[in-house]
């Protein structure tokens, strides 16, 4: 059985420029959740999704992020205008109980 | 609000130690999730456990023990005879409902040989 894979790991891009990662979760998981993790900090929700229908996001999403997961199953989450605060490894989870398993994340810098 | 403290920033100990990671949460609800999660130098989280807040009972899987206390709201983690593959920096989280998770700041463990 596959676990969650990301794509790509690894980023980097310029200031102003948009971005998109991509999120394919385990294959029954009907739950998925993005968190962003910058060095030294755990990780910080961002939003969830269950199957296709965007449950929660939290304040640290702005405008400036959306997120999708077209007919349940992969997701995508762009950020637009990207700025160095952005800069974090962005990590996907799927469940379909109560815990949570992760991907491998997407480090993002911005230069 | 929920919140999950990890007091202890950074653990140093010498392989075959038995190491205590603690785990203090705050929470409102009565029905709630604990979690523990691994991150190795590889950068993965890998799952350890979970233990809902109805079970206080305490779970030994091979080298790794946990005890949740809900008086003192504490979940804390134990290796014993601690390996060098052990180093890593482990995660202590809480959710409820099974929505989003809230974690700690992280334990970073080094098991020297």
């Known amino acids: 059985d596959t676990g969650v894979s990301q794509d790509p790991r690894h980023k980097i891009t310029k200031r102003g420029q948009n971005v998109t990662f991509r999120c394919d979760p385990i294959?029954?998981?009907?739950?998925l959740y993005w968190y962003r993790q910058t060095l030294g900090q755990g990780p910080e929700f961002l939003t969830y999704?269950?199957?296709?229908?965007?449950?929660?996001k939290s304040r640290l999403l702005s405008d400036r992020f959306s997120a999708e997961r077209p007919k349940g199953s992969f997701s995508t989450l762009e950020i637009q205008r990207t700025e160095q605060g952005d800069s974090a490894m962005y990590l996907c989870?799927?469940?379909?109980?109560?815990?949570?398993?992760f991907g491998p994340g997407t480090r993002l810098t911005v230069t | 609000a929920q919140k999950v403290t990890q007091a202890q920033t950074e653990i140093s100990v010498v392989e075959k130690e038995d190491v205590t990671l603690d785990c203090v949460y705050e929470?409102?609800?009565?029905?709630?999730?604990l979690f523990w999660y691994k991150q190795p130098p590889s950068g993965e989280l890998v799952f350890l456990i979970r233990?809902?807040?109805?079970?206080?009972q305490n779970e030994i899987s091979g080298r790794y023990s946990w005890n949740f206390q809900k008086s003192t709201s504490s979940f804390n983690f134990t290796i014993t005879a601690s390996q060098v593959v052990d180093s890593a920096v482990y995660f202590c989280?809480?959710?409820?409902?099974?929505?989003?998770?809230?974690f700690g700041a992280g334990t970073r463990l080094t098991v020297k040989p």
């Open positions: 989870a799927s469940s379909y109980g109560y815990e949570q398993y």
């Open positions: 294959s029954e998981h009907n739950r």
């Open positions: 999704f269950q199957n296709e229908a965007q449950l929660e």
């Open positions: 929470t409102r609800d009565t029905t709630y999730y």
């Open positions: 233990r809902n807040s109805f079970d206080e």
């Open positions: 989280a809480l959710s409820s409902l099974g929505d989003d998770m809230r």
